[in-house]
């Protein structure tokens, strides 16, 4: 058995899976490199722990997980998950934020974008064949926790080549979505 900490964004028990990423682990990310290569590249930007009681190709199987973004900024762009397809692209998954304020980023395989606002006790269903990727846009961590098929996989390599339909941006305090200019 596991003991969450649902608030905190935190998971205890044996087995729990770990990882983070920082400034320099999310080089291509961020739009303005300039401003990423100003900064310290040890800035915490964002933190996983999940579970995985089954194997990672267990068909039927489920997965469960928190993640914990930290606020902040990269030049106008707010600090945001990677973002991936699932590998097996029809898989869906839910995601619930339990503190803080953000947008989750929805691009289908066309590159047609939506999103959907998150705050304590949003619940957001990401369906199959649906790009997803968190930002925070407040002044706390954002905490989310996540519910996935054993099965589905990430597939990051796309977002990394073709980036998001769209990016959101800091403007004048408020957060702003706006269409990419880059992959
Ligand atoms: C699992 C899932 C989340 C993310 C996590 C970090 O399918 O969507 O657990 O893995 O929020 O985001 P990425 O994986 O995009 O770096
Ligand atoms: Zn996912």
Same mark, same amino acid.
């Given at each position: 058995?596991?003991?969450?900490?649902?608030?905190?964004?935190?998971?205890?028990?044996?087995? *729990?899976?770990?990882?983070?990423?920082? #400034?320099?682990?999310?080089?291509? @990310?961020?739009?303005?490199?300039?401003?990423?290569?100003?900064?310290?590249?040890?800035?915490?930007?964002?933190?996983?722990?999940?579970?995985?009681?089954?194997?990672?190709?267990?068909?039927?199987?489920?997965?469960?997980? *928190?993640?914990?973004?930290? &606020?902040?900024? *990269?030049?106008?762009?707010?600090?945001?998950?990677?973002?991936?397809?699932?590998?097996?692209?029809?898989?869906?998954?839910?995601?619930?934020? *339990?503190?803080?304020?953000?947008?989750?980023?929805?691009?289908?395989?066309?590159?047609?974008?939506?999103?959907?606002?998150?705050?304590?006790?949003?619940?957001?269903?990401?369906?199959?064949?649906?790009?997803?990727? @968190? @930002?925070?846009?407040?002044?706390?961590?954002?905490?989310?926790?996540?519910?996935?098929?054993?099965?589905?996989?990430?597939?990051?390599?796309?977002?990394?080549?073709?980036?998001?339909?769209?990016? @959101? #941006?800091?403007?004048?305090?408020?957060?702003?979505?706006? &269409?990419?200019?880059?992959?």
């Amino acid at each position: 058995m596991m003991e969450l900490d649902w608030l905190g964004g935190k998971i205890a028990g044996e087995g *729990v899976l770990r990882l983070s990423k920082k #400034i320099r682990d999310l080089e291509d @990310v961020f739009e303005d490199h300039a401003a990423w290569t100003s900064m310290d590249p040890e800035t915490l930007v964002y933190s996983v722990e999940w579970t995985q009681p089954t194997a990672q190709d267990n068909e039927g199987g489920l997965f469960w997980g *928190v993640t914990v973004i930290e &606020p902040g900024r *990269v030049g106008e762009e707010f600090f945001m998950t990677r973002g991936h397809f699932h590998a097996k692209r029809d898989r869906g998954e839910y995601y619930t934020a *339990v503190q803080g304020t953000g947008m989750l980023l929805l691009m289908d395989e066309s590159r047609s974008g939506r999103w959907e606002q998150m705050t304590p006790g949003s619940l957001h269903y990401i369906p199959g064949h649906t790009a997803h990727r @968190v @930002v925070n846009t407040g002044q706390d961590p954002l905490i989310f926790w996540a519910c996935w098929a054993s099965d589905a996989g990430h597939d990051y390599g796309t977002i990394q080549r073709e980036g998001f339909s769209h990016r @959101v #941006i800091a403007s004048e305090g408020s957060p702003r979505l706006v &269409p990419s200019t880059q992959p």
